[in-house]
């Protein structure tokens, strides 16, 4: 199956400073681009949707100032935390969608952010 | 999308087949039923789809009823490795399709 990587895998960072998070599409052209959000023992939760070169779609109650999504091209995908707090240490998951075979959605492994 | 409504824990024996049950009493005519599975710590892993007809692949098997208000998923011989959450979901299959997760089954696979 098609291969989408996310970095880092995980990262630690201070209280107040911003991080970003890359997903690539690495044998695929994705036209669209998901963002979830997991914590602890709990399901992923969908935070928004982008397509390549469209402003992202958030869901309900994920702030999309705190939350930039960028996706400025087929391959790639960036989520950056702005502003981080602790209550944003989650498990972030990027997920790609193919324009060719399109009703195949594919997972990254993952990036663990950590807030101290 | 449908909601699904799944067991949140389940136990199998190593070697036996596990039988993973998913309820989607109100899943439309034109969604489908997809499984995946999340091993600790890493993404989503796609194992198997399908409609309306009964599916077979290398990892699994899906059972739909005719109704297609449940199905089940079958993995035929349970290793360690498929300890995982297994979700369950149903979607449109075209156009602006989201995945959004349920809860999921906690599957333990014990030797």
């Known amino acids: 199956g098609a291969v989408v990587s996310q970095h880092p895998s995980w990262v630690i960072c201070k209280s107040g400073t911003s991080v970003k998070i890359e997903c690539r599409s690495l044998?695929?052209?994705?036209?669209?681009m998901f963002w979830y959000r997991q914590f602890p023992k709990q399901s992923l939760m969908l935070m928004a949707t982008s397509n390549e070169g469209s402003k992202a779609t958030y869901e309900q109650g994920v702030e999309k100032d705190k939350f930039l999504i960028n996706h400025a091209s087929l391959t790639l995908s960036t989520l950056t935390v702005t502003s981080a707090h602790p209550e944003d240490s989650s498990f972030y998951i990027c997920?790609?969608?193919?324009?060719?075979?399109?009703?195949?959605?594919?997972f990254g492994p993952g990036t663990r952010l950590t807030v101290l | 999308d449908a909601k699904t409504t799944q067991p949140p824990s389940m136990d199998c024996a190593e070697g036996r087949a596990a039988n993973l049950p998913c309820n989607h009493s109100?899943?439309?005519?034109?969604?489908?039923v997809y499984w995946y599975r999340q091993i600790h710590s890493q993404g989503p892993q796609y194992i198997i789809h399908?409609?309306?007809n009964n599916e077979t692949n290398e990892m699994a098997s899906l059972i739909i009823t005719e109704d297609r208000k449940s199905s089940t998923l079958i993995l035929p011989h349970a290793t360690l490795r498929d300890t995982a959450v297994y979700y369950c979901?149903?979607?449109?299959?075209?156009?602006?399709?989201?995945?959004?997760f349920g809860a999921g089954t906690r599957l333990f696979v014990k030797a």
């Open positions: 979901i149903v979607r449109i299959d075209t156009g602006g399709f989201k995945t959004i």
């Open positions: 399908g409609l309306k």
């Open positions: 109100t899943i439309s005519g034109n969604e489908y």
């Open positions: 997920s790609a969608r193919s324009g060719t075979a399109y009703n195949e959605q594919f």
């Open positions: 044998d695929f052209q994705a036209t669209t």
